[in-house]
């Protein structure tokens, strides 16, 4: 059973910082594309960002390019979602996701692909 984990949410200012967490199972990086999707009541699971499990493609949400950035520790079985600038539309609880894509250089933030996911962490950004 492949093991999604996500850590680091909480309660933040608008235009501060947070970073999360997704712990996965031994050598999951390897063979996975990792995303990480958000959802706020109400609304549908969206996008946020992407990273392949070879090379260095990643891919953002239109909504947060430029203050998000995902990165991976493949010794660490993690991966990183550092996110700045948050803004009160970020609040949402964010999920980790792996894809077992076969296109190892690729990632997409469609959720339909990704078979694994972690139980979500809540961030809420509020003055």
């Known amino acids: 059973q492949l093991q999604i984990v996500e850590s680091g949410g909480g309660l933040v200012q608008p235009g501060g910082s947070l970073n999360l967490s997704c712990v996965v199972s031994?050598?999951?990086?390897?063979?996975?594309?990792i995303g990480w999707f958000r959802q706020a009541p109400g609304k549908e699971r969206e996008g946020v960002s992407c990273?392949?499990?070879?090379?260095?493609?990643?891919k953002y949400g239109d909504s947060v390019k430029g203050r998000f950035t995902i990165s991976r520790d493949n010794a660490k079985n993690t991966v990183y979602l550092q996110m700045k600038s948050l803004k009160p539309e970020d609040t949402a609880v964010y999920y980790c996701?792996?894809?077992?894509?076969?296109?190892?250089?690729?990632?997409?933030?469609?959720?339909?692909?990704?078979?694994?996911w972690g139980p979500g962490t809540q961030v809420t950004v509020s003055s």
């Open positions: 990273i392949a499990s070879k090379g260095d493609f990643r």
């Open positions: 996701a792996a894809d077992p894509l076969t296109i190892k250089t690729m990632c997409f933030l469609q959720t339909y692909d990704y078979k694994n």
């Open positions: 031994e050598n999951t990086l390897d063979y996975n594309a």
